[in-house]
């Protein structure tokens, strides 16, 4: 599953998850609208920007653990330009697998998605 605000970034990573064999691919655009598709989707990796509008990434993860048993089969990689070491800090205490600044490269990506399922 993918949770980013910026289209491109949601139709690229996609293509990239499908070209890896990932069947079932989610992706949204509007953070208001994950809670919903992420109860019936169930998702083993969710990727997920930090900065959007309406609800940031942290805002999720922090809700994520509250309904700990819900989300305990995801493993969540952050997506972000906020390489700000106490913010890397505080996505990890909150439960995500990783976090990959953003622009990366595909295979950056690929190394992180394997140790996330890994894991």
């Known amino acids: 599953m993918v949770m980013d605000d910026t289209p491109a970034n949601v139709a690229l990573m996609q293509k990239v998850l499908e070209v890896w064999g990932f069947k079932q691919v989610r992706c949204l655009t509007d953070p208001r609208e994950f809670m919903t598709v992420f ?6 990796l969710l990727f997920l920007d930090f900065k959007m509008p309406f609800i940031d990434g942290l ?19 952050m997506l972000s330009g906020d390489v700000d070491e106490e913010t890397i800090s505080l996505a990890q205490s909150l439960g995500a697998a990783d976090y ?4 990366f490269t595909i295979d950056t990506l690929k190394q ?3 140790r996330a399922i890994e894991g």
């Open 39 to 44: 109860h019936e989707f169930r998702p083993q």
């Open 59 to 77: 805002q999720i993860l922090a809700s994520m653990g509250l309904e700990e048993d819900a989300f305990s089969h995801t493993k969540v990689i």
């Open 100 to 103: 990959v600044t953003k622009p």
């Open 112 to 114: 992180r998605v394997m």
